[in-house]
């Protein structure tokens, strides 16, 4: 049972990635060996993602000739795809109608079709939806680990973090609720902050102020000190970058930690020599792919827990915005349903997750 794969690649990155992408299709045999031909059926545009295009990014995917006759990268690192055809070797660990997801790096998970090594995905839990599903691998994987790994949290410890509206900040809300953690969390002044500030309290966020307040002369002195009651921040988290990159670290207590998890401006964090040295605060950086390499038990047990989380109904996973990608439909269709992701992304201030569903 040969089938048509159609994939977003590039060939180079840029400062426009919605430029650079195109779609292009195969035919792909059936598997052999330990090979499984997988269909897609969520793929996420993450930061990473852009990173990647753009150029930025730790991992670089291997372009391949498959698609094209001049190498190209296929887009994606985050999505979930099930399992239609199965190789001989493959047979005792997979079977057709398996929901699975990437284990590894820079996996290409823009594709309708994909023919793989089975040691490349892992077996996800089948939900309801399988949005539910592919959401869990990435962003609550993330939010999970880095609230785990770097200080021994306590019931009333503070968290701050910036990009608190993203995916991996609702998470961190969510999981530090669930343990009894207060979070201190940081967005982008906007028109509808009120709505915001309403929605991530309604998912366990204890403070919600924006970058502006932070900015504010009188933040660290007078204003912090009030919002978290005299409590101690012992844990940060920063994704932006730039000028903002170091609004978590001013609201740490004497001897917290900073986790530097990403840069969705691209500019290199400004970081206050005195803090770091008169607050003896440390930096440490996170990674999730080398991570989930060396120890991809940790993996399993984030998933099953917050699989367990999500059935009892104490976490939710992101909001998304769906764009259709029709597996049959022409390379034009389906280019322009990847272009409406990468505009929706790059417009900002969408408040969700923008999400490729492949019918």
Known sequence: ????????????????????????????????????????LVSFLNPADFATILGTYGTIPKPTTLYSKDPAAIVGNDGLFEVVAVGKDAASKFKKGDWVLPNIAAFGTWRSYALVKESSVTLA????????????????????????????????????????????????????????????????????IGELEKELKSIGATVVITDKDVADPKFDSEK????????????????????????PLKCLSHGGTLVIYGSMTGKPVSLAVGGLIFKDLTIRSYWLTPRLESQPEFKEEAVKAILGYIKSGKFKTTSVQKHIFKI??????????VRAAFKAYSAGFANKKQTIVFE
């Open 1 to 40: 049972m040969s089938v048509k794969s159609s994939a977003t690649l590039f060939t180079t990155t840029g400062p426009n990635p919605i430029d650079l992408i195109h779609v292009n299709s195969t035919t792909l045999p059936d598997p052999v060996g330990d090979q499984l031909l997988l269909r897609g």
């Open 125 to 192: 839990p089948k939900t309801d939806d399988p949005i539910v599903s592919a959401a869990i691998s990435i962003n609550p994987t993330t939010a999970y680990q880095m609230l785990k790994a770097y200080v021994d949290l306590k019931p009333g410890d503070w968290v701050v973090q910036n990009a608190a509206n993203s995916a991996v900040g609702k998470a961190v809300i969510q999981l530090a609720h669930i343990w009894g953690i207060k979070t201190l969390n940081i967005v982008r002044d906007r028109p509808n």
């Open 224 to 247: 912090l000190p009030k919002l978290i009651n005299n409590g101690n921040v012992r844990l940060g988290f920063e994704c932006v970058g730039g000028e903002e990159g170091a609004y």
């Open 328 to 337: 049959n439909g022409t390379e034009a269709e389906q280019l322009e349903a």
